[in-house]
T-cell receptor, first 109, second 113 residues
Framework: DAKTTQPPSMDCAEGRAANLPCNHS???????VYWYRQIHSQGPQYIIH???NNETNEMASLIITEDRKSSTLILPHATLRDTAVYYC??????????FGTGTSLTVIP | NAGVTQTPKFQVLKTGQSMTLQCAQDMNHNSMYWYRQDPGMGLRLIYY???????DKGEVPNGYNVSRLNKREFSLRLESAAPSQTSVYFCASKWTGGYNEQFFGPGTRLTVL
């Protein structure tokens, strides 16, 4: 049951903004969108989450379309340490997070 | 705080052997989770425990059992390991309720021969 669709890989030049898209066309009204990243084979790291408003924190910004069918994670000034697999996750109102295969972001010097 | 810790870091088993993966958290979280990650794949939820004394199946529970020993500890047991269970296992925890983030441990790399 694929809740989200992401491109398998993306490149970004160091210092530029990285824009990672995610489609979640079957999202329901009370499901949040979460973003995590996984560097090498470490445990995933939380980045940001949102319901319908745009969100920003010290790591990134999350832009959710008005119809909530897609979202974009923005890393404003990508560094080499941002090279990782980024997961867009729709959280059920219960406990379950469903991770897809994510987007492998490579930041190029 | 150590956050979420997992033991062992690496393990090799023979088919049919049993073992228990240990997970502990020191953040006073109510909910704990076990995921597996196969090569090139995202994480899949095996079991979770929303609070001490409760456990529920996730997406891929077959071949596993869990025990929520107390608020801090949540163990995952393989009774009769199979090669298909070769994977990296991650434990996570969070506050119950609201839409709080999950905190993940460093993982246990398990190979079943």
């Amino acid at each position: 049951d694929a809740k989200t669709t992401q491109p398998p890989s993306m490149d970004c030049a160091e210092g530029r903004a990285a824009n990672l898209p995610c489609n979640h066309s079957t999202i329901s009204g009370n499901e949040y969108v979460y973003w995590y990243r996984q560097i090498h084979s470490q445990g995933p790291q939380y980045i940001i989450h949102g319901l319908k408003n745009n969100e920003t924190n010290e790591m990134a910004s999350l832009i959710i379309t008005e119809d909530r069918k897609s979202s974009t994670l923005i890393l404003p000034h990508a560094t080499l340490r941002d090279t990782a697999v980024y997961y867009c996750i729709v959280r059920y109102t219960g406990n379950q997070f469903y991770f897809g295969t994510g987007t492998s972001l490579t930041v190029i010097p | 705080n150590a956050g979420v810790t997992q033991t062992p870091k690496f393990q090799v088993l023979k088919t049919g052997q049993s073992m228990t993966l240990q997970c502990a958290q020191d953040m006073n979280h109510n909910s704990m989770y076990w995921y597996r990650q196969d090569p090139g794949m995202g994480l899949r939820l095996i079991y979770y425990s929303a609070s001490e004394g409760t456990t529920d199946k996730g997406e891929v529970p077959n071949g596993y059992n869990v025990s929520r020993l107390n608020k801090r500890e949540f163990s995952l047991r393989l009774e009769s390991a199979a090669p298909s269970q070769t994977s990296v296992y991650f434990c996570a925890s969070k506050w119950t309720g609201g839409y709080n983030e999950q905190f993940f441990g460093p993982g246990t790399r398990l190979t079943v021969l």
